[in-house]
């Protein structure tokens, strides 16, 4: 998942949700409030205007006010249960393993070329 997306998802999600307002202006007015950006600012993130990109220190910022941080963590939950399968699977012989394997990778891979996974 790229940067804007993932900003996007956490100011639709997680600053701004749908529960605060039916209506998507107050929603943007709201999240640029709780981060104190600029509203155009907020407005072209929330809308995933790939002209913009997200500096360090919002998406930090966005990271402590949503308590969720940007892809890092879970790229090493997925490479350590990848590996706990690969130590498991070699205990049980290599015929099996291998296939299993590589389809666990293709899945994950899938998964989060495609950000079905969020």
């Keep these: ?45 929330w809308y995933g205007d790939l002209r913009v990109s997200i500096k360090p220190r919002e998406l930090r910022q966005l990271e402590e006010i949503t308590g969720v941080r940007y892809g890092r963590e879970e790229l090493s939950e997925i490479d350590a249960l990848i590996a706990r399968a690969d130590t498991l699977l070699a205990s049980q012989g290599e015929d099996m393993g291998s296939p299993v ?12 070329r495609t950000g079905a996974g969020r």
């Design 1 to 45: 998942m790229s940067e804007i997306a993932w900003a996007q998802e956490q100011l639709q999600e997680r600053v701004a949700p749908a529960a605060l307002s039916s209506h998507i202006g107050e929603r943007i007015r709201a999240a640029a409030r709780t981060l104190k950006w600029k509203p155009s600012r907020t407005k072209d993130i």
């Design 101 to 112: 394997l590589a389809a666990l990778r293709a899945l994950v891979g899938a998964v989060d």
